[in-house]
């Protein structure tokens, strides 16, 4: 079984950054997917950015283009995201998720472990 455990969101002003972390335990994540998806509220799940394995190519979506950053560090079991320039629109509950089949993916279902999650609150 794989854990997964989000630290790093806070609340901010437009233009602040954050760096969400992400940590994994149970079984190696570095060969699979990992990424970030964000739930507003009233809203449904969306994704926000992927790799499909560490060093592959990211993947994001597009409103996040250019200020979003996720990474991962060979030899460990984590993933990251800076968040760069932040919205108020960009104000989520931010999951960490991952995967153990090898075919990425931006949709939820993709998916097969996923944090607790993280708030990240932007203020104008």
């Known amino acids: 079984q794989v854990q997964l455990v989000e630290s790093g969101g806070g609340v901010v002003q437009a233009g602040d950054s954050l760096r969400l972390s992400c940590a994994a335990s149970g079984r190696t994540l570095s060969p699979y997917p990992m990424g970030w998806f964000r739930q507003a509220p009233g809203k449904e799940r969306e994704f926000v950015a992927t790799q499909p394995w560490t060093g592959g190519p990211s993947e994001y979506r597009d409103s996040v283009k250019g200020r979003f950053t996720i990474s991962r560090v060979s030899g460990e079991n984590a993933v990251y995201l800076q968040m760069n320039d932040l919205k108020p629109e960009d104000t989520a509950v931010y999951y960490c998720?991952?995967?153990?089949?090898?075919?990425?993916?931006?949709?939820?279902?993709?998916?097969?472990?996923w944090g607790q999650g993280t708030q990240v609150t932007v203020s104008s």
């Open positions: 998720a991952a995967t153990r089949r090898t075919n990425r993916g931006t949709s939820p279902t993709d998916y097969d472990y």
